[in-house]
Each structure stands twice: as C-alpha cells, then as structure tokens.
C-alpha cells in the first residue's frame, strides 16, 4: 500500500513497510502473461493526519469485471463508503530505431478508468469493520478482498487472465511450492521512477505456508512500498494461475519477512457472498 497527498504517510502496524526499491531483485515483466496486472487507487483514511486520501495499490483482474487484492488497500474505502476506483492498466513501450532494432523505453498507463466497485471482504472482517471502521486490523491470512466493478473495464485486446486453482489443487500445489515457480508481479511507479521499468517480477526461491494459515517469504526477492496488493502467480504447465495477494512485511526483533495471503478456502467464502453465478466460479473453480 502507498498513500499520496500533502499529509500522507505510511500506515505502521505489524506488517511495516521499508524504503527500497519495490520488488527487490526483480526484473521487467513484459510477457502478456502479466497484463491483467492493474494499479489503482482508491479513498483511504490517515489516522495520524486525520484526513482522507488516496491511496495507491495493485490487484489482478480475474476478468474485466473482477479484481483480487489484498484488504488492507480497500477496507478503508468500504468503511467511508467512498468506493470509486482510479484504476490504470499499462503496457510496456518499444520504439523502433532508424536501424530497424526494437527497444523497450519503458512502462505506462494505456487505459485509466474511474469506475465504482462493490468490495467484498471475509465474513469475519465485515463484522468487524462495523465496529472498528477505518481503525480495523487485519491478520495476515485474511488479507484478501475482490471487488466487483459496475461495468466491464476496458482492457487492452488480448488480456490473458490468470484463473485460480480449485480447491482440490490448492493443498497440493502449497505443498510443493517452490516446484511451481512462485512469482509475484507489481507495479510500482513509486519506487521505479528512475528506471521505468514499474512492472516488475521476482520469482521466489523460499516460501512456504505458515500454521498460521499465510504464506511467509524470505526469498532473495523482496516487496516494498506500493507493492501492496499484488499477484503471487505459481506456473502450471504453459499458464501462470494465482495464489496470493501481496500483504507486505512483517517484522520481530529478529528478522524480517514478507507475507501474502493464499486463496485458499477464503476466497471461495468471498465468492459465495457475490449473486452472479459466472463470478463465483471464476473465483472459486
């Protein structure tokens, strides 16, 4: 999560942020494969300087009408009831040198839409966002939420969009992770400025799933920042398919790790709250 405006500044809690570069040791994600990537933004609230602002995440389109992010990026939006979306879809840009040779020149927005969106949270975070409002915690394994938007987004022709797996294969791809190649894929015009290389890959070479029920990472890769939100994809055959969002970094006295929550069980639970048939399967296959 990132926060902009005159005042804002990084929310601190358990899962804390670090300056860096976003999306440590990572390189340009130019496949197609990675299109249905999207940065957006969307109202949240800083307690500390006690005003509303935007706040700057990533999510996945599972299609043009629905996004998967993390909570923690639209919580917020649903307490205030403010659920307009600033949501830019980008490409990579080439030019072709008198020369005939193609060179890549950087990242940016193709289309930029502002569309309203119905989120939908865990059971047990709606009940308490009742309550708690805009001062809501989230634990790591809930971070997960899917926005429906009012209409179809338009995206750029040719969109592939990473499905998820079933239930039946979800504890068995966990179970052998690191052989699916975990790869988690941001855009992050924050910390990439200088390069322009803002959408970014890292595979994960150390990750593996908690008791607690969320999938801890201290891969060589890390994610900073503004990568909040994000896809953790894991490749299947030739198809890149999504287990997780982006929940950050989590910290003791000790050492530091990243954190992503699995759609596992959750997101199928999510999915039963929304009445469009076609939309639950696409979340829960």
């Not at 999560?1 to 976003?22: C, I, Q, T």
């Not at 699916?180 to 803002?198: G, H, K, L, R």
């Not at 398919?241 to 970094?249: A, H, L, N, S």
Request: proline share 5%; hydrophobic share 35%.
């Amino acid at each position: 999560m990132r926060r902009g405006g005159m005042m804002g500044s990084v929310l601190l809690s358990l899962l804390m942020g670090l300056n860096g570069w976003a999306l440590t040791h990572a390189e340009p994600a130019i496949s197609p494969d990675f299109d249905s990537v999207v940065f957006y933004s969307v109202t949240q609230y800083d307690e500390k300087a006690r005003e509303e602002l935007s706040g700057f995440c990533n999510g996945n389109l599972v299609s043009p009408r629905v996004m998967i992010t993390a909570a923690h990026c639209v919580f917020q939006a649903e307490a205030l009831q403010k659920r307009e979306f600033d949501v830019q879809i980008g490409e990579y840009l080439y030019v072709t040198r008198p020369d005939g040779e193609r060179r890549r020149v950087g990242y940016g927005s193709k289309i930029r839409e502002r569309i309203h969106g119905k989120i939908y949270l865990p059971h047990q975070l709606t009940s308490r966002l009742k309550t708690e409002k805009v001062r809501l915690k989230i634990g790591p394994a809930e971070d997960i939420a899917v926005v429906v938007f009012e209409q179809d987004l338009r995206v750029i022709p040719g969109t592939v969009f990473a499905g998820l797996f079933s239930q039946q294969q979800v504890g068995s791809v966990l179970s052998k992770l690191n052989d699916y190649v975990p790869t988690v894929v941001t855009i992050n015009p924050f910390e990439e400025i200088s390069t322009n290389d803002t959408r970014r890959m890292a595979p994960l070479n150390n990750i593996s799933k908690t008791w607690s029920g969320y999938l801890e990472s201290k891969s060589r890769a890390r994610v900073q920042p503004g990568d909040s939100g994000a896809p953790l994809f894991v490749r299947t055959g030739n198809q890149w398919k999504q287990i997780g969002v982006v929940k950050g970094r989590a910290q003791n006295l000790f050492s530091n790790w990243d954190v992503f929550g699995i759609l596992d069980q959750r997101i199928c639970e999510i999915s039963r709250q929304i009445p469009d048939p076609l939309i639950q399967k696409d979340l829960c296959p």
